[in-house]
């Protein structure tokens, strides 16, 4: 059974940073691609940041130069580092996990929250 779970997450000023992790198991870590979600109220779940299982990287056009992903496949985790946060950073926070081979990310953690004052 696949588990994902998410940490790192809470209140920071506008300008902090956070680095949020993601403990896998239930999985072959190294031959899946992870990503990071997020939620903001009343909006839609949009991909942040991506990671493939051979170490390639793609970024939400509003977070590219501010957020970095990172995978330790030694440890079956996976990193959002953040900085300069914005209050539009505000929402929830998901990894999401999917085989090398499947088109969409289909197991999910239960998300950690991350809110930005200003």
């Known amino acids: 059974q696949v588990q994902l779970v998410e940490s790192g997450g809470g209140l920071v000023q506008a300008g902090g940073s956070l680095r949020l992790s993601c403990a896998a198991s239930?999985?072959?870590?190294?031959?899946?691609?992870m990503g990071w979600y997020r939620q903001a109220p009343g909006k839609q779940r949009e991909l942040v940041a991506a990671?493939?299982?051979?170490?390639?990287?793609n970024y939400a056009d509003s977070v590219k130069g501010r957020f970095t992903i990172s995978r330790d496949n030694a440890e079956n985790k996976v990193y959002l580092q953040m900085n300069s946060l914005k209050p539009e950073d505000t929402a929830v926070y998901y990894c999401?996990?999917?085989?090398?081979?499947?088109?969409?990310?289909?197991?999910w953690g239960q998300g950690t929250h991350v809110t930005v004052s200003s």
């Open positions: 999401a996990a999917k085989s090398s081979l499947a088109l969409r990310f289909g197991s």
């Open positions: 239930g999985i072959i870590f190294s031959i899946h691609d």
């Open positions: 990671i493939t299982s051979g170490g390639s990287t």
